[in-house]
């Protein structure tokens, strides 16, 4: 008889296969509850109810280091988004902001510190242009028990050397609109009013060029989500990861097969299909502990640059042993 789990997932074409039912863990029958990546990150750091669920990259290395009883998770090394938003950010057009070089020293509104997303684009910013954490000064827009920052004691605890600001979601807007910030990205309940002719795109080829770039020097793209289980579950039932990784695999492939725009990178746009093959590869989205260590050891390096945790991540301790080989 096969188990029973409950799981969480945002939308996700390269995941659709498995949430529909159309592909089916071996041994395992999976309840998938849906929303928003964020408010789904807020309640898995809330009360870890789920037994499989996807989860920030960087809130998971933080945890590590932050640890709670309720924070007992293991990593499948399954990565199905890339660290997109950044690419979203806008530019007040009196900040002198021609390209991403010109963030050095500027005010810069951000959904959370903490998010993957941020950790990214932070990362991009030095290994093209040498920008550091310290180079900016960070306004957070999440309020309250939103803000996984907050919920992980940054405000009370800030990374040392870095400059942060906690604002709110509105007033990120509207200190970019009057120039009291000179960039920012939207996400969740952080938005940004892009029709009152005060702001333009950073990226106005929607981050190709700054994604290819960040390939060429670094071999991957990044990785914004992981997929997590219970230790519980993995402790009792030590073949569910690999059932688990098994069937997100297949899940990709049926969603390739359905739609080549399944391995699109990009959130929406990927109207440039042979373009992203020719510079990212027919499967930028590999799975496994091996084609992802170089891009783990990032983040967990970036991670540390960031101020978000001060002891080097050992990485491949927190994959499911019987998944470090793949």
């Given at each position: 008889m ?61 945890t ?7 924070w007992?998770?293991?990593?499948i ?15 007040n057009?009196?900040?002198g ?12 509104g ?59 979601g ?59 289980v ?22 990709k ?42 891009m ?31």
């Amino acid at each position: 008889m096969a188990i029973q789990l409950r799981g969480t997932f945002s939308l996700n074409p390269r995941v659709a296969p498995l949430v529909d039912g159309t592909v089916q863990p071996r041994g395992i029958e999976i309840t998938w509850e849906h929303g928003n990546a964020g408010d789904l990150h807020t309640m898995h750091l809330r009360d870890s109810a789920h037994d499989v669920f996807e989860f920030s990259i960087s809130n998971f290395i933080v945890t590590r280091e932050r640890p709670k009883d309720l924070w007992d998770w293991v990593m499948i090394p399954v990565y199905a988004s890339k660290a997109t938003l950044g690419l979203n950010t806008w530019v007040n057009t009196d900040a002198g902001i021609e390209g991403g070089a010109d963030l050095r020293g500027k005010k810069f509104g951000i959904p959370d510190y903490t998010m993957t997303a941020g950790l990214w684009f932070r990362a991009q910013l030095e290994v093209l242009w040498g920008i550091g954490p310290q180079d900016i000064e960070w306004y957070i827009g999440r309020q309250g028990e939103e803000s996984h920052g907050r919920q992980m004691g940054f405000e009370l605890n800030p990374p040392s050397g870095v400059t942060l600001h906690w604002t709110g979601g509105g007033d990120v807007n509207r200190m970019l609109q009057t120039g009291e910030l000179d960039a920012a990205f939207p996400a969740g309940g952080t938005a940004i009013d892009t029709s009152t002719g005060r702001v333009a795109r950073l990226f106005p080829d929607g981050g190709r060029r700054f994604m290819a770039d960040f390939k060429r020097r670094t071999g991957f793209l990044p990785v914004n989500h992981v997929v997590l289980v219970q230790r519980r579950l993995v402790e009792k039932e030590p073949w569910v990861p690999e059932a688990l990784f098994e069937a997100f695999e297949a899940a990709k492939r049926e969603a390739y097969r359905r739609d080549r725009k399944a391995a699109g990178v990009f959130l929406d746009g990927n109207d440039d299909m042979d373009w992203q093959a020719s510079v990212f590869g027919a499967d930028p989205f590999p799975y496994g502990f091996a084609a992802n260590k170089a891009m783990l050891d990032m983040a967990a390096r970036q991670s540390n640059l960031d101020g978000l945790t001060v002891t080097p991540w050992d990485v491949e301790q927190f994959v499911a042993e019987s998944l470090r080989g793949t």
